[in-house]
């Protein structure tokens, strides 16, 4: 790869992008809310049952993790509808982003306003089946869906620029 090598991407996120986002964001507290609801349910049902061991168990097991699952669903629900009005209201979401990734820097363009990160800004990428997320901070990713690429090509030179020049051990490629 070119040491002046540069590769510029663009795109208005949709609000399906941004809810995928979110929901990829909040992954393992959805799974920690799926794991103590079942032992709560569990523990409750557990107590309360009467009759063989094994029955109950099996029982408790059953409802509890049907119960446990509309709460996911539920949690699930609420971070949909939290990403959707975030994206409505936020106006900047909605424009035209460009980004350029450099050797030296990745520039993210909006309208009239240029952010600047340097590599050494990323401190984890992660891939998804359908979009990237470079987190520059614990909660704030530079969001890149992988419709912004036109070909392949693209995103193996785009995995490779961050293989290459971001400053991190936490880089999940599928």
């Known amino acids: 790869m070119k040491e002046n090598q540069r590769l510029t ?14 929901n990829y964001h909040m992954k393992k507290v959805k799974l920690i809310y799926f794991i103590a609801a079942f032992a709560l349910f569990f523990y409750v049902s557990y ?17 509890s993790f049907l119960l446990a699952g ?3 669903l539920f949690l699930i629900l609420m971070i949909n509808v939290r990403s959707t009005r975030e994206f409505n209201k936020d106006r900047r979401l909605q424009k035209e982003i460009t980004y350029t990734f ?3 820097d990745i520039k993210q363009k909006f309208e ?5 990160y340097k590599w050494s800004d990323v401190v984890a990428v992660q891939e998804q ?19 912004f ?25 599928l």
């Open 9 to 22: 991407v663009s795109g208005a996120l949709t609000v399906g992008d941004y809810r995928r986002h979110n």
């Open 129 to 147: 089946k359908d979009l990237f997320q470079l987190y520059v901070s614990k909660h704030h990713a530079l969001i890149l869906p992988k419709w």
């Open 102 to 104: 450099r050797s030296m």
């Open 47 to 63: 107590r309360s049952m009467e009759g063989s061991w094994l029955i109950s168990l099996i029982v408790t097991s059953v409802v």
């Open 149 to 173: 690429f036109d070909k392949e090509e693209e995103i193996d030179m785009f995995k490779a620029m961050i293989n290459k020049y971001a400053d991190t051990n936490q880089i999940k490629f």
């Open 112 to 116: 009239k306003s240029v952010n600047q």
């Open 70 to 72: 509309f709460v996911l």
